[in-house]
């Protein structure tokens, strides 16, 4: 009897995972396309499917068709609450509007990819992988003065009490406990909370600010915690 040559099995690494919610064939097929070679899919065709998926792999980026998918159910989700998402559709479906977007990202998308091309559609699902992979991992928990803020659980806390801040109000007081005492610009802010690619006018982080002081200050009008920096921005005092 002839010996055989011994197998030995290569050594693979797991690409990443894209986690795509849809039923189209074509947003399916056109996304593969574009990552195929460096990402793996997980295809599910609603959110219960996809939740089912968490429990074996955590994907590095959700992407839900809007066409009769919800994303909030998922983001609600403890197996979701610090995975990446976004809203997808394709380039041949009607666009949501940009009020619907903005509100959506408010509420904790992070990215809303309408009216765009496929070519676009990749650029910006690179840019979520470029911000996640390169971002450290902090701590989990954070105190400055009477603020406390437990990261894993979304948790805020103002002089022992808590308080429910909507996701976009939280990152923005989470980039303000990792910097106390230190002067952030709009724009900073803007770039830390939004992403750099995403283009929004000052005005919004205004209004973001000023609901957050309305929820921590004891006194909104004379804020003791995010005070204004005339020209420049805001801190957070560490007094």
Not at 70 to 83: E, V
Not at 179 to 204: F, K, T
Not at 228 to 237: A, V
Request: overall charge neutral.
């Amino acid at each position: 009897m002839g010996s055989h040559p011994a197998h030995h099995p290569t050594e693979r690494t797991e690409q990443p995972a894209i986690l795509l919610i849809t039923t189209s064939e074509i947003l399916k097929a056109s996304l593969q396309k574009a990552f195929g070679l460096n990402y793996s899919f997980l295809i599910a065709r609603n959110e219960g499917t996809a939740i089912e998926f968490s429990s074996g792999r955590r994907p590095a980026v959700v992407l839900i068709d809007r066409q009769g998918q919800s994303w909030k159910t998922l983001r609600n989700h403890p197996s979701f609450k610090h995975i990446p998402m976004a809203t997808i559709q394709s380039p041949q479906q009607t666009g949501c509007t940009e009020e619907e977007c903005l509100r959506e990202l408010d509420e904790g998308l992070d990215a809303c990819l309408c009216d765009q091309s496929y070519r676009q559609i990749v650029a910006q699902v690179r840019s979520i992988f470029r911000r996640h992979e390169n971002s450290s991992p902090g701590p989990t928990a954070l105190h400055v003065g009477g603020l406390r803020m437990d990261i894993a659980r979304h948790e805020v806390h103002v002089h022992a009490q808590p308080v429910e801040l909507t996701p976009r109000e939280f990152q923005i007081l989470k980039q303000f406990m990792e910097s106390p005492g230190l002067v952030l610009s709009r724009q900073s802010l803007l770039n830390q909370v939004w992403g750099v690619d995403y283009a929004l006018e000052e005005h919004a982080l205004d209004v973001h600010i000023h609901s957050l002081r309305h929820k921590i200050e004891p006194e909104p009008s004379k804020p003791a915690f995010i005070v204004t920096i005339r020209g420049i921005g805001y801190k957070l005092q560490t007094l």
